[in-house]
């Protein structure tokens, strides 16, 4: 059930790959290139929370930090902000798709409550991580039900969304201080590193760069 890490560094390695190659092609294809062409996402500011209340938010953080557990040398869900990528789409156009996202969380949070609190007498949250663990693994092998909603559908939906957090562009939230690009040295949104597309199993030396740039880059008055 957990998401190791070496099964995210493998996954993300590949999926960035192919991005790496696709956004390689653009650029050559459509030089020369102008500062501000295009319309990027403006920022998440931190702040209150959009979409969940405060018992849902801190359950999403701790549902997050069993999904990509911290260790010593990375941040876990909780702390790469994917609970605030999370919330931030939910109350965005993301929310209100089709499937309707924003209910589906909302319901599954309610009747992922309303099971802890029944078997355990207390919320996910202050559950031990290996109660947590048993009980995520529980919905994934359909051996826990929750009541009035799909618990797999629902678990595997916040695995995704998680994941989503952890790899996007921090602008959006998650992934907070290129944590999850540092660790498998994702350049991020460098203009040019048409260089080491073929370079296979080579590390990429640089830093990587959001699209809102790098914390060092800041002037310091």
Not at 89 to 96: C, D, K, S, T, V
């Amino acid at each position: 059930m957990r998401m190791h890490r070496r099964q995210l560094l493998t996954t993300a390695a590949w999926f960035f790959a192919g991005t790496a190659l696709s956004r390689a092609a653009e650029i050559a294809g459509q030089l020369p290139w102008y500062p501000n062409a295009g319309n990027p996402p403006a920022p998440v500011r931190p702040g209150a929370w959009q979409f969940f209340t405060l018992d849902e938010a801190t359950a999403v953080e701790a549902l997050a930090d069993r999904i990509i557990p911290p260790d010593p040398q990375t941040s876990g869900g909780k702390d790469a902000g994917c609970a605030v990528f999370v919330d931030r789409q939910l109350a965005g156009p993301y929310g209100r798709a089709e499937g309707h996202p924003a209910k589906t969380y909302r319901d599954g949070l309610a009747a992922l409550d309303r099971y802890c609190r029944a078997q355990h007498g207390k919320p996910f949250t202050d559950l031990s991580d290996d109660v947590k663990d048993e009980l995520l693994k529980g919905l994934e092998d359909e051996k826990i039900k929750l009541e009035g909603v799909d618990g797999r559908a629902f678990f595997e939906g916040v695995i995704t969304d998680v994941k989503a957090g952890f790899f996007a562009d921090p602008i959006y939230g998650g992934n907070r201080d290129m944590v999850a690009w540092k660790m498998i040295g994702f350049p991020g949104a460098r203009y040019n590193y048409l260089d080491w597309i073929d370079r296979h199993n080579e590390r990429y030396p640089l830093p990587p760069v959001s699209m809102m740039g790098r914390a060092d880059w800041t002037p310091k008055r």
